[in-house]
């Protein structure tokens, strides 16, 4: 069996500005594997409202692509405050992102909902005060 | 509609990737909150908004759009038509206000939901 392809990044939480920035090589990358641009568009949409969630509501994590023979997994893990309620988190509309945040375009409560929509599998494991880590797939 | 024709209908000043202007695109969405255009944009391959920050080019990035334009006079930082340059994304700025920019758009026939 051949290894799977991976990519890792750190996502600095200090700097809104520079928030999606691993999405964007993400992005990149697998369209240099020549994947499908169905793909590569779940995968990048995915990507990106998680990276933008570590940035906004933990302090940034780190980012893990891996390309396996039948999907891309997308493996994000931060050391931020935790989700106490994932299930009221999943809700459309559910927000606890500050005003400034939704000036900046964000905070609308739509990101984890969409991730979910835009993978074909996907699971949240979060401690309170330990932190997040999300595991999704998208299948060709 | 060709972006040229959306630049001369919106009078707007092209910041980046003239040499897209040739392009055609048959859609659009009028938004400033980029939560909602990665929730519900499908096709659209042109982003009208009035927020000005880099998550804005990475959106459209995302959506593998064509085209943004900003709106009220906003202006881009040179790093954002950086990032736009990479994916080779026209950057247009018009003086008009969200609401009539899109309304031009659209009575030209620039839809919102592309139909098949
Ligand atoms: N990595 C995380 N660490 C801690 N809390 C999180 C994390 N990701 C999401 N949350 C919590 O879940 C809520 C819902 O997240 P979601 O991405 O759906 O919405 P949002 O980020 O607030 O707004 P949007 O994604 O529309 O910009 C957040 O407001 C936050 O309270
Ligand atoms: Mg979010």
Known sequence: MSESLRF???VDGGDFTSAGHASVQVKKNLRQLGLSPEVIRRVSIAMYEGEINMVIHAGG???EVLVHEDCVEIILDDKGPGIADIEQAMQEGFSTAPDQIRSLGFGAGMGLPNMKRYTDSMEIFSTVGVGTKIVMKVNY | MKICAMQE???ARVLCCEENLGKHVYSACGCDLMSDVLAYVKDQAVLLTGLVN???IRTAVM???VCVVFVRSKVPTEEMLELARESGIVIMATDKRLYEACGLLYSSGLVGNKTK
Do not use: K, N, R, S
Request: aromatic share 6%; no cysteine; hydrophobic share 45%.
């Open chain 1, 8 to 10: 890792t990044f750190d």
């Open chain 1, 61 to 63: 994590g780190h980012a």
């Open chain 2, 9 to 11: 209908l919106l009078e």
């Open chain 2, 54 to 56: 880099p998550q804005v």
């Open chain 2, 63 to 65: 959506m593998d759009m």
